[in-house]
């Protein structure tokens, strides 16, 4: 064991199959978030504002000013915030069905089904508009139940790709394709709504959905042990120190998985992960879902305009990303504190900076347009250090084995935030104005602020017991050895390991 930390093994990581997989789920979530926000941008090209659908002239000048000169519908704010909660009544609910349906059926599997059937659903997006809302909402529907096996099956396959030395350089671009996506859609949405009107913008979404299902099939593989490409230094590097192992891993697991459902829902330390993850995503998927139409709204500004402005807040939380993944492995090797008392530190700063930066928009003189951008931009950034650096990646250190059951969980409590935000925004913003938008920035600041409180109380990166014991087979095969403080890595005992 000694000689094991002196002299770990080491494998390259470009060109790698690890850093492939690595890409390819970096085109997942990409593809997945791309699909989800296109309706966000695509209503603010479809519907009229409530000032111009009330006016008795079909097209005028303010039509004309903020971009509904190609509007087809005047559909009301309730039914719009039907629109877009109705992709998180099925997203939020699929979750735990599609984690089982990933580690029943096979991560690659599930994944590629549920980018299949999503992608099919956007292509079809623009003839359920026109026959009616209730049919968009349906189809709005079908997808989030289609997506809801997406995130389980990319946890799956993390755990069992991904070593625990690199694991967050690896996660960091696995999960970059959220932010890469929430940059670019708004742009895009833009560009195809002022060029080829606002169906072009879904069947793009679509189209692109399919090749990536096309490139997946051929490229991600289950386990390292059935890679027909993958080399021999490769695969011992990954066996040795992947968070989680399991016997007779060349041919998948053999036994059912017994996941301890009691010791988890009853866990504070998942109670921790949950609200905290409800705070930071009110306030990613909330302002992300209504900045377009808050843009269009009370900032006053055109198609065009509003697709740049709408995207700056990403791209900069593109780029954090990257930095803050990079700041958080870096401070972990220096191993100057514990991995907990790291993810609070990062959790803290993103939960009430966020809050913060929401609380301060009301202070913002109204007509200015750069202090809401900058600040809605800050408190983007600010989620970013949560989700890199807080609480996200901990699930792979309380409980490894349990990746995809737990990012079910997560994500079943955490997207319910697309089921409670559009009644809420619809009933506080129905005539557009300022005064009701501040009100529900304050609200998001309260709630996110919240979460930080009750992670710093009790969140945690240790193992848990009940994450140690599995597969009925396989509960003493399983060894815990600490790298650092609080890192745990899972790995087969010393006899699988003398065998190979």
Known sequence: MENMKSKPLKAKVFPSERIILAIMCM?????????????????????????????????????????????????????????LASFYYGFVFAQIPGGW???????????????????????????????????????????GISNGAAMPAISTLSSRWFAALERGFMLGIAYSGFAFATSTTYPIAAFFCENTGWPGLFYFAGIFGLLWCVATFFLIFEWPETHPRIGNEEIIFVQKYRAVQYTNASNGPTNPQVIPWMKILFSVRVWALLISNFGCTWVFISIGMYLPTYTKEVLRQDISQNGILSAIPFVCT????????????????????????????????????AALAMGLIGFVPSGNVLGPVVLITMGQIFVEFAFTGGYVFSIFELAPKFAGTLTAIMNTFGFSVGLLSPPLVSYLTSNGRREDWLIFFNISAGICALGGVFYVLFGTSELQDWAVTGRKSDNNNVQNVGSSKDEMILIKDKENNSKK
């Open 27 to 83: 085109l997942a979530t990409y593809n997945f978030m791309f699909q989800r926000l296109t309706i966000n941008f695509g209503l603010v090209c479809m519907v009229k504002s409530p000032s111009v659908a009330n006016n008795s002239t079909p097209i005028n000048e303010m039509a004309h000013e903020i971009g509904d000169d190609q509007a087809e519908f005047e559909w009301s704010r309730d039914v719009q915030g039907l629109i």
């Open 318 to 353: 593109t780029i954090a990303h990257f930095l803050v993944a990079i700041a958080f492995d870096w401070i972990r090797k220096m191993n100057y504190c514990s991995v907990t008392v790291l993810r609070k530190g990062f959790n803290s700063l993103g939960a009430f900076g």
């Open 101 to 143: 349906f990933s580690d029943r059926f096979g991560a690659k599997r599930a994944l590629i089904m549920s980018g299949f059937l999503v992608s099919i659903f956007t292509l079809f997006t623009p003839l359920a508009a026109r026959l009616g809302p209730n049919y968009l909402i349906g189809l709005r529907l079908a997808q």
